[in-house]
T-cell receptor, first 113, second 113 residues
Framework: DVKVTQSSRYLVKRTGEKVFLECVQD?????MFWYRQDPGLGLRLIYF???????EKGDIPEGYSVSREKKERFSLILESASTNQTSMYLC????????????FGPGTRLTVL | QKEVEQDPGPLSVPEGAIVSLNCTYSNSAFQYFMWYRQYSRKGPELLMY????GNKEDGRFTAQVDKSSKYISLFIRDSQPSDSATYLCAIPGGGTSYGKLTFGQGTILTVHP
């Protein structure tokens, strides 16, 4: 069974802290994605990666960076957390062109105080 | 114009009702269409996947694509309280999109006993 795991379900951080969100998939997928989901705004793509060490900006990359050192692991980094980054963060992975869909992790609810 | 448009609802129906969820899209080159279901505080899960026009049935769920109208639908027969969730349509970009999906905003469905 396919599996995408995220390091934390709930996280509370303070403004200005550096935050790391980790995502691991066990399906040998080439592509990995980070989204944030906010009420009324739907899913918004932050960054994605199509191979190890390769990354592309999504629709809302400002304030975020990513790292993909191994195929199975994709990290999202908030260099200096701000209150407007309070959100649900979702990681996903997919094969090739994505025509078989993306598989999502359970999400991390991040609160920045 | 957004590439994929979906009425966010909310939609509230009695148990046993037939539910119709819909999305429109703008790019006539799209060929693959997906529906995701997302329970509260969980990640989205792939529910159904269709290619090109026509219907696809899976138990109580039917996905329908009308490429001439650029309209996709998900029908739920004999709806149950356990169907209460947010339903998102999603379309892969194809080509060198590296598995990116364009999501609708999601429709919040509540099925009450």
């Amino acid at each position: 069974d396919v599996k995408v795991t995220q390091s934390s379900r709930y996280l509370v951080k303070r403004t200005g802290e550096k935050v790391f969100l980790e995502c691991v998939q066990d399906m040998d997928h080439e592509n990995m994605f980070w989204y944030r989901q906010d009420p009324g705004l739907g899913l918004r793509l932050i960054y994605f990666s199509y191979d190890v060490k390769m990354k592309e900006k999504g629709d809302i990359p400002e304030g975020y960076s990513v790292s993909r050192e191994k195929k199975e692991r994709f990290s999202l980094i908030l260099e200096s957390a701000s209150t407007n980054q309070t959100s649900m963060y979702l990681c996903a992975s997919s094969l090739g062109t994505g025509r078989l869909g993306q598989f999502f992790g359970p999400g991390t609810r991040l609160t920045v105080l | 114009q957004k590439e994929v448009e979906q009425d966010p609802g909310p939609l509230s129906v009695p148990e046993g009702a037939i539910v119709s969820l819909n999305c429109t899209y703008s790019n006539s080159a799209f060929q693959y269409f997906m529906w995701y279901r997302q329970y509260s505080r969980k990640g989205p899960e792939l529910l159904m996947y269709t290619y090109s026009s026509g219907n696809k049935e899976d138990g109580r769920f039917t996905a329908q694509v009308d490429k001439s109208s650029k309209y996709i639908s998900l029908f739920i027969r004999d709806s149950q309280p356990s169907d209460s969730a947010t339903y998102l349509c999603a379309i892969p970009g194809g080509g060198t999109s590296y598995g990116k999906l364009t999501f609708g905003q999601g429709t919040i469905l509540t099925v009450h006993p």
